[in-house]
């Protein structure tokens, strides 16, 4: 997750959410001409698995570690003897009628209203999947529906479900003809109240914009963030086909939400479930006055317990509560994109991405590791450039800054804060910090003190550090003035702050690669890689090579492509270094000794001294020319 940010290392994993016009709406399908250099952020297919199997792995792993014990004695039985088994009132095979009902009321009690009835089916069969239209035990049903004023202004419209044993009514009021243990009810609201942001931008020099004067009007009347309810045509009601002995307090998590069980008998009514997940949000569309009639096209179709679990598994959202509705919102539009994988994507290639999916999982694992342990049992940096570990700090604060200032989603920031966390800890490795309490800032706030380790600074690598990094400013320097003067011209933005946040994350996004170059002068000049963590940087080539294939493989923009391909040059060098500065055990280092043993009066010995002689006394041609 943190690659997805990092822009000096990849820049096909860059998911940032952009700001630009004047007013900017969530889930906008088109872009201006002024957001063409952000296009590279949109997230593709092959992004939103890797984050889901994540995300499953990361709940798994919490709901693991909170799992509830045994289930605890019933209070209310003698002697705290434990719950029995229950079973399912409603029998296999049992004939049953649907009645369903719309209104604007959340608690339904209008039995005799005939316009509310929606859906009246007789004589179906619980767990019979061979009648119906198509023989798969399906049924549906479509009507408009009048659309009220109270609707149109944000009301909100439900639909209450009742199925009932045949020969009985869901009217509690008719003696005789209800029974509770023999009804089965459930509620939902129709409508999908979602959020609209308004981004209020302008160019900082002119204060224009090119934003739609309506929606400016509505920015102001509404504030930043407006609700409005959005309406979808199609729903299936799937009733599942389950007769597990259930124990009340026992039902494991998210299941237990649905399972209901009586008061007095202690057995479970059927499982009613409103079944939306092929529904993407990109079709859902709000209810305003220019509409008079709302479709609605209802589904009546049995559903199996083990597909019925995958379901409530990717519904499921109350561990997450603290998070709040915006992720919510943010994850339903993940998933969509794994939604439209599925429904167009061929099986055997998305069998193989997932399969892929996981091996990148582990070899960013892998990388992840090997990279704590580099660093962490490193004594010397001869070899290794500390400057760019600390412009690797300066990028990963400025992405956050960057994040936060857009709100982008709670995940994200949490993985970017922990990413930024490892760097800040890198600079320990890199560099000696202590505190100066006789130099004081403000004589209240001691000093903090960064000063290059020994083997840093001993070693030629510090005078090939600041000559690689004095070349690059040459080229970066100027690159980062145009950059900002396109973008303060031709982009629009927030203020000032927002200015400076999106103008520095564009220009890293784009030249941030460069500087991975300094390692290589440095490996040029000491015309050496053993310094380098390879198993880390192995790791990642696969990572690499891996998001390389499916840049190609899933549709998305070329400067995307482009962007993917760039960083493989950079490596390919590296790779090209180790194979011309291959290891030579014959040859001497420094410090006078080689990879050989060598006995006292071995012939080789003079040839050894002979060597450290020839390195040491360098003709002076040769040591200007270094």
């Not at 409603?90 to 005799?112: A, C, G, H, P, R």
């Not at 582990?362 to 342990?373: G, S, T």
């Not at 784009?510 to 300094?518: A, R």
């Not at 010995?605 to 060597?611: E, G, N, R």
Request: glycine share 6%; aromatic share 14%.
């Amino acid at each position: 997750a943190r690659e997805l940010f990092t822009p000096g290392a990849r820049q096909c994993g860059s998911n940032g959410a952009a700001a630009s016009g004047q007013v900017a709406q969530t889930g906008a399908t088109a872009l201006d001409p002024q957001q063409q250099q952000q296009q590279q952020q949109q997230p593709n297919a092959w992004q939103v698995i890797k984050g889901v199997l994540f995300r499953i792995f990361i709940i798994w792993a919490i709901s693991s570690w909170f799992r509830r014990g045994p289930s605890t004695p019933d209070p209310n039985t003698p002697t705290g003897a434990p719950r029995v088994p229950s079973r399912n009132l409603f029998t296999k095979d049992t004939l049953m009628d649907l009645y369903v009902y719309i209104s604007e009321n959340e608690i339904f009690t209008d039995f005799n209203n005939t316009e509310a009835l929606f859906w009246y089916q007789q004589d179906l069969v619980y767990g019979d999947w061979t009648t119906g239209e198509s023989g798969d035990g399906c049924y549906e049903h479509y009507q408009e529906l009048d659309l009220s004023e109270s609707v149109k202004q944000n009301g909100s419209i439900y639909i209450h479900i009742y199925f009932t044993k045949s020969g009985f009514h869901p009217d509690p009021k008719r003696k005789g003809q209800y029974r509770r243990l023999s009804t089965v009810h459930s509620t939902r609201m129709l409508n999908k109240y979602k959020r609209r942001k308004f981004l209020k931008t302008k160019n900082l020099l002119t204060g224009e914009t090119e934003a739609d004067p309506e929606m400016i009007k509505r920015a102001e009347s509404h504030g930043p963030v407006e609700i409005i309810s959005h309406w979808h045509p199609n729903l299936t009601i799937n009733m599942v086909d389950d007769h597990t002995a259930w124990v009340k307090g026992s039902v494991p998590p998210p299941l237990d939400q649905h399972v209901k069980f009586d008061a007095v008998s202690g057995d479970y009514y059927p499982i009613v479930y409103f079944n939306d997940y092929w529904n993407l949000q990109k079709d859902y569309y709000p209810l305003n006055d220019s509409l008079q009639n709302l479709p609605l096209r209802l589904a009546y179709c049995p559903l199996s317990l083990w597909r019925w679990q995958l379901y409530a598994a990717q519904s499921a959202r109350s561990p997450w509560n603290f998070l709040g509705e915006d992720t919510y919102e943010q994850s339903d539009e993940d998933q969509d994109s794994v939604k439209v994988a599925l429904l167009e994507t061929n099986p055997y290639l998305l069998g193989l991405t997932i399969v892929v999916s996981i091996v990148h999982s582990i070899f960013e694992f892998l990388a992840f590791k090997n990279d704590i342990q580099f660093w962490n049992s490193r004594q010397s940096l001869e070899g290794l450039s500390v400057r760019s570990i600390i412009f690797g700090v300066f990028q990963s604060l400025v992405v956050l800054l960057y994040i936060l200032d857009n709100e982008t989603n709670f995940v994200v920031q949490v993985s970017v804060f922990i990413g930024l966390l490892i760097d800040f800890w890198k600079i320990t490795k890199v560099m000696d910090i202590r505190l100066d309490r006789e130099n004081r800032i403000a004589g209240i706030f001691p000093r903090l003190i960064f000063k290059d380790k020994s083997t840093y600074v001993e070693s030629s690598t510090k005078i090939y550090d600041d000559m690689a990094f004095k070349y690059l400013s040459w080229l970066l320097y100027p690159l980062f003035g145009c950059y900002a003067v396109y973008s303060l011209l031709y982009v629009e933005h927030k203020g000032w702050y927002s200015w400076v946040l999106s103008m520095l994350y564009g220009f890293l996004l784009t030249f941030g690669f460069i500087t991975m170059t300094p390692q290589l002068f440095i490996n040029y000049k000491m015309k050496s890689v053993a310094h380098l963590p390879w198993r880390m940087l192995t790791y990642k080539a696969l990572n690499t090579f891996i998001d390389d294939l499916f840049a190609f493989v899933i549709k998305m923009p070329m400067m995307y492509r482009i962007g993917c391909l760039r960083d493989d040059v950079v490596f390919f060098v590296y790779l090209y270094q180790r194979w011309i500065y291959r290891v030579d055990p014959n040859r001497v280092n420094e410090f006078g000794t080689s990879g050989v043993n060598h006995s006292s009066d071995s012939p080789a010995q003079p040839a050894a001294a002979d060597t450290i002689a020839a390195i040491t006394d360098k003709p002076e041609g040769e040591k200007k020319n270094d």
